[in-house]
């Protein structure tokens, strides 16, 4: 395979985002332990754009709840899902750009963050629970533990690649390189 096709192969442009143009929200998502905050932070340094750890937004309940082990239901990602939202929007209001990690797992809570703007792309982090879980291992001062990796994927709904706003990157590639690609392939985009 040629370089030009590992590049492709690496990233993918779903139908809506070459629509939709180049956004103005980036919101990196994926399970626990796929890289979104190491991405994110490469995308921010060469976008020039704020970052937003998501994780720093949840409530004090729900890091308690994810500390022990015990999976976060619809409920309980509400609040937080609309500090997100809240943020989106208020980038949106000013005309900035802006990064924010959260999972999105589910189209619900993506259509919540994103109140259904084409200017909010999603960066998912795609990847099986075999890639991933090595790497949640390795992680230190994480409050999510190894074991919420299952319910992480019970709970992931993929993006719809013909539907949502989204950019889909491979993580078994290295951050750098996938960072790199990322913002390549969003600079193509019409603004």
């Known amino acids: 395979m040629c370089d030009m096709d590992q590049q492709t192969a690496l990233v993918s442009l779903s139908r809506r985002l070459r629509q939709a143009g180049r956004p103005y929200v980036l919101i990196v998502m994926g399970v626990s332990g796929c890289g979104k905050s190491t991405v994110a932070q490469l995308m921010a340094e060469r976008l020039g754009w704020p970052v937003i750890e998501g994780d720093d937004l949840h409530p004090a309940h729900n890091i308690a709840k994810m500390s022990n082990g015990i999976p976060l239901t619809d409920e309980d990602r509400a609040p937080w899902l609309d500090c997100i939202a809240q943020q989106v929007r208020a980038w949106g209001d000013a005309g900035q750009c802006g990064i924010v990690t ?4 589910k189209r619900m809570y993506r259509e919540r963050i994103s109140g259904g703007s084409h200017d909010v ?6 990847g099986s629970k075999e890639d991933i879980a090595p790497r949640l291992r390795q992680r230190t001062g994480h409050f999510m533990p190894v074991a919420m990796l299952d319910s992480q994927f019970d709970t992931l709904e993929e993006p719809d690649m013909d539907d949502e706003v989204v950019m889909e990157l491979d993580v078994n ?5 996938l960072a790199e690609q990322a913002c390549a392939h969003l600079s193509t985009l019409p603004e």
């Open 102 to 105: 959260c999972s999105s797992l």
């Open 121 to 126: 792309c999603f960066v998912y982090l795609k």
């Open 173 to 177: 590639a290295r951050q750098d390189h």
